[in-house]
């Protein structure tokens, strides 16, 4: 059985009571799924309501974003160091919605990355197209410059510590999904190219699908070769939809 990381990504979304009651019931249930590893991540100002609410479970904890700089005068950002003082495991860097709404850079997306792997935190890379991109025929030299613009920047034993997260920007909150087949030829061509870079330091790297994932879809994705999970939006804040997902398969 594979191994599967499904990562919950609540955005802006959120407030003390609904975030108890949803953590109470992956809890309940986040032991159960086999070999899966389920990580929430919180806007930053409920880290620590959900730090110890996690407490004891085998749930990991992450965070939407991290600063580009070690400290100093960067106004409303959070740090590698202290996001690793809320022992959070994951860190989604690059999203689509930071790269489009808060211009984020790749030479940002790279300092983050080198500061999460140096805080023993696991980057989650989010790569992917647009439609226009999709229409063009450009998605393959779209994600695949993505990635080498990125390696180039971080070098093979940073990037080796990297997740990716495929989620074509198309399918974002839309309820429109990739089919498995879009899904999985874009995660096998990423595979590849990740193994003709680096065959030993790439060869085991997580690749997850984002994008409208639910409980109706996540089976046959999951089934695909190349999908080791999800990085899951709009689902993952409804604990039934989300329990589905993370047993999907
Ligand atoms: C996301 O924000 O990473 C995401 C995949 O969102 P959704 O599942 O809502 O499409």
């Not at 003390?16 to 009651?21: G, K, L």
């Not at 990739?178 to 030993?200: G, K, M, V």
Request: hydrophobic share 40%; proline share 3%.
């Amino acid at each position: 059985m594979k191994h599967k990381l499904v990562i919950a990504n609540w955005k802006m979304n959120g407030d003390f009571s609904s975030n108890f009651s949803l953590l109470k019931s992956i809890v309940a249930f986040a032991d159960k799924p086999q070999n899966t590893q389920i990580a929430v991540c919180p806007p930053f100002v409920y880290l620590s309501q959900v730090y110890d609410l996690l407490e004891s479970s085998p749930i990991a904890l992450g965070a939407q974003n991290v600063g580009f700089a070690e400290k100093g005068a960067y106004t409303g950002e959070t740090s590698a160091s202290m996001l690793q003082e809320f022992a959070c495991q994951y860190v989604l860097v690059g999203h689509s919605e930071r790269r489009t709404l808060f211009k984020e850079s790749d030479e940002h997306i790279a300092e983050k990355i080198k500061l999460a792997v140096a805080h023993n935190q696991t980057p989650v890379l989010c790569i992917g197209e647009t439609l226009e991109e999709r229409a063009s025929n450009e998605t393959q030299t779209v994600i695949l410059s993505q990635i080498k613009t990125i390696i180039d920047k971080v070098g093979s034993e940073v990037f080796k510590s990297v997740v990716i997260a495929y989620e074509p920007i198309w399918a974002i909150g839309t309820g429109q999904t990739a089919t498995a087949e879009q899904a999985q030829q874009i995660h096998a061509l990423i595979r590849a190219y990740l193994r003709s870079l680096e065959p030993i330091l790439f060869d085991e790297m997580t690749i997850l699908y984002g994008g409208s994932v639910n409980e109706n879809n996540a089976d046959e994705l999951f089934a695909q070769n190349d999908i080791d999970g999800f990085l899951v939006g709009g689902a993952s804040l409804k604990a039934a939809s989300f329990e589905k997902i993370c047993f999907a398969g």
